[in-house]
């Protein structure tokens, strides 16, 4: 089972938090909102993908299981 993340567009304010924590998956528009990388989150980016969702101070950022 793999991870995926998903941002809710309507409840980011674009903190840009989670691309600090996880710039190897996520990056920002020039608008400084996040853009997800394409694909389940790598193995050893599990641990701070978690964080990087709860961390969220706008709760925008899901980890989501994929079959
Ligand atoms: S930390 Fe949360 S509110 Fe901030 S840019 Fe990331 S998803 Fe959006």
Partial sequence: MSLRLRVNPI???????????????ITLDEWGYPVIADAP???GLKKL??????DCPALALLLVKEP
């Fill in 11 to 25: 409840t980011c304010a674009g903190h840009g938090l989670c691309a600090e924590l996880l710039g190897e998956h």
């Fill in 41 to 43: 989150v790598p193995p």
């Fill in 49 to 54: 993908a978690r964080r990087a969702a709860t």
